[in-house]
């Protein structure tokens, strides 16, 4: 089974940095697109950023300029550097990847358990 495991959460002040790590750890054939997504108490869970395996990478409006998205292939991880953080950043961010497992094989789609991002002075 294909594990995701995440890091970088925690606590920081407005206008401060964090930087969000996913590794895609198990047996599995290739990586086509990596992705983060957050998801605020009482709100819809929503797309921040996602990058393909051709490098394509797209964001949200309310994080361009802020947030870079980033992928080591070497690694099988995903990051997202996290600048000039705000309040209203604050919520569970998850990974999620698709993958497939095997030469030829099926798409499927992964998620991490989630980190928790806390934007507050």
């Known amino acids: 089974q294909v594990q995701l495991v995440e890091s970088g959460g925690g606590l920081v002040q407005p206008g401060g940095s964090l930087r969000l790590s996913c590794a895609a750890s198990g047996i599995f054939y290739r990586i086509y697109h990596m992705g983060w997504y957050r998801q605020a108490p009482g709100k819809q869970r929503e797309l921040v950023a996602g990058i393909t395996s051709g490098a394509s990478t797209n964001y949200a409006d309310s994080v361009k300029g802020r947030f870079t998205i980033s992928r080591d292939y070497s690694k099988n991880t995903v990051y997202l550097q996290m600048n000039s953080l705000k309040p209203e950043d604050t919520a569970v961010y998850y990974c999620?990847?698709?993958?497939?497992?095997?030469?030829?094989?099926?798409?499927?789609?992964?998620w991490g358990q989630g980190t928790q991002v806390t934007v507050s002075s």
């Open positions: 999620n990847v698709n993958l497939s497992q095997r030469f030829a094989g099926a798409r499927d789609n992964y």
